[in-house]
């Protein structure tokens, strides 16, 4: 069984911002699959998905982005998910936007809700899919872009990169990371 998580922060006035991108891609795995959500043991929502035959649970942590390691742990322990079976879905600000980036492992760069996650986990050594969001100009407020809302402009250039990272966790569950990583990076 694989678990696949999208990063974001839970109330309505988050959605379509950059910080909830990890978000929009559980909702393009779930809409794909035909499957809602469902409340789980934890702070988190999940859709539950077969992939060729392969389980996966979806998951949406509900506990805001820089607390995501408590309900990405809860997770694994109710579905005894081992780390090589875990993706991380968030956004990057160090990565232009629309273009994607899969790792086997890494430091947090900057991310809070992966800083957490490692945190949580004590270690690093999981998949991650980082989403790029990178402003084109330098900012003076981080925290303020990253909650900020997508343009139109970028919206035409975010819908492709949500529809590509949901393929690419496709093809993690189905071929494991380094097969995503030779394909997608």
Known sequence: ???IVGLGNPEAKYDNTRHNVGFEVIDELARRAGMGYTSGKGKFVYAKILHKGEPVILQKPLTYMNLSGSA???AMHFWKIEREDLLVV???LN???GKIRLRAKGSAGGQNGLKHIIQCLGRDDFARLRLGIAPEHPLSSYSSFVLGKFTEKERQ???PMVENAA???LTFVEDGIERAMNRFN
């Open 72 to 74: 990405v742990v809860a």
């Open 157 to 159: 250039v975010v819908d």
């Open 95 to 97: 990565i232009p936007l």
């Open 90 to 92: 968030c956004d990057d």
């Open 167 to 169: 393929s690419a966790a």
């Open 1 to 3: 069984m694989k678990l």
